[in-house]
């Protein structure tokens, strides 16, 4: 039986505004238009030179080690986890939903003990949960998930860094939902290790895992007593290729290499103290619209990400029906809740390039229209009016 020929592809252009990914600018697609480069060609090697300085002023440090993983942000995961854990090792590790649960049984993995904090689903762990597992232990690794997108919960970093300071632990940091959306520093937070994702606040594609780690963690992984269980991501190696030796171990994604290094142009243009303060500021404009359409946010104010927010279904709405028409009718994408939270939150991302006002106003009518036609009792127009008026009251330079 012949199988039918199969057409150009043509996927349609949506708006992204679920916790990832985001939408990417037209000068990322441009860049990755670029002709392909050997992986060790000279003028790739100063494409790669670029990215590394580009992700040093993102993530605000001047670390040696620091390069994007090839592999996507659970790959920066798996890299922070198998190089600073082996057996014998204790690790406490925030769990304030799926993603940070996700980093536990990667712990759990090297052959580590984990002890894993656990919260109520939209709240944070506190960081005297951690102080009292580490009493009486030998602590290798405080893991903390930044910004948990299953939720939409924030952790305070400097809370944890207290914390780890206490019981000598690397301070590893899940900031994949987070770097370039909320404001973050590696060097001046003394963060040990820390990772992210290029398809969220940076806009690119998924497919890289920016990665930094300081001498504090170099130094331990060079007191390990066994090897990394990952031959792929043990740093040892990677370094070579991603440090001044420059020598092959895998062949690089070249396009997304581009991609990323015309991202981090994009943020590096933009300032990051101004594109944090435009992130904050559209989330906020999110959050008063949602709330005048009497829509119930899953997280409290001060425990809540700026780049994703987890609003409550409402009794009665069909969670996958919603969503459904938001797409079908309008192009626009929000996600669903995960694991225990299925069918019971939206999670809608501000983040990148997705992040505009145009956007937050076109999703707060778009989901008003589409909740008075499933019988939901709203104030029509309220929405969208609350943010508009929002908007008004900070202007850009005047937002915090």
């Known amino acids: 039986m012949t199988a039918p020929r199969l057409g150009e592809l043509n996927p349609p252009p949506r708006i992204l505004l679920g916790p990832g ?73 925030t769990d304030a939903g799926y993603f940070g649960a996700r980093l536990v049984e990667m712990a759990r993995r090297t052959g580590a003990e984990v002890i894993a904090l656990e919260s109520r689903h939209g709240t944070a762990v506190e960081p005297q949960q951690a102080r009292d597992a580490a009493r009486g232990k030998k602590i290798k690794v405080l893991g903390v998930t930044h910004g948990e997108t ?26 994949v939902a987070t770097v ?20 969220k606040c940076l806009s690119a594609p998924p497919g890289l895992a920016p990665f930094t780690a300081g001498a504090r963690a170099e130094e331990a992984f060079r007191q390990r007593k066994t090897k990394v269980t990952s031959w792929y991501f043990d740093l040892t190696y990677i370094m070579k290729y991603w440090g001044g030796e420059r020598t092959y171990h895998h062949t690089a994604p070249i396009s997304m290499v581009y991609a ?18 435009r992130h904050l500021r559209h989330q906020r404009a999110l959050v008063a619209g949602l709330e005048a359409m009497g829509l119930e946010l899953l997280v409290a104010p001060a425990q809540r990400m700026t780049t994703v927010s987890a609003v409550r279904v409402p009794t009665g709405v069909e969670d996958v029906k919603i969503r459904g028409r938001l797409m079908e009718e309008f192009n626009i994408e929000i996600a669903g809740g995960i694991g225990e939270l299925k069918g019971r939150i ?14 937050v106003l076109l999703l707060l009518g778009a989901l008003e229209k589409c909740l008075l036609e499933e019988s939901f009792k709203l104030p029509p127009g309220g929405g969208v009016a609350a943010a508009a008026q929002n908007y008004a009251q900070t202007p850009a330079s005047a937002a915090p």
């Not at 370039?180 to 398809?199: A, H, N, W, Y």
């Open 260 to 277: 990323l290094r015309e991202a981090l142009r994009l943020i590096d243009e933009e300032g990051l103290e101004a594109r944090w303060e």
């Open 21 to 93: 990914p985001s939408n990417v600018d037209p000068r990322v697609y441009r860049a990755m238009l670029a002709p392909v480069l050997g992986h060790l060609d000279p003028d790739f090697l100063q494409i790669m030179d670029d990215v590394q300085v580009l992700l040093r002023r993102l993530f605000q440090t001047s670390n040696r080690l620091t390069f994007p993983v090839s592999a996507t942000g659970s790959a920066g995961m798996e890299t922070a986890m198998c190089n600073c854990l082996e057996p014998g090792d204790t690790a406490i590790i």
């Open 180 to 199: 370039g959306g909320m404001p973050l520093k590696v060097d001046e937070e003394r963060i040990d290790v820390c990772f992210t994702g290029s398809q």
């Open 346 to 359: 939206w999670r809608i991302g501000t983040m990148g390039s997705s992040c505009t006002a145009n956007n």
């Open 150 to 175: 299953s939720t939409g919960v924030a952790h305070n970093l400097a809370d944890f860094r207290q914390v780890a300071d206490e019981c000598d632990a690397l301070l590893v940091v899940d900031a």
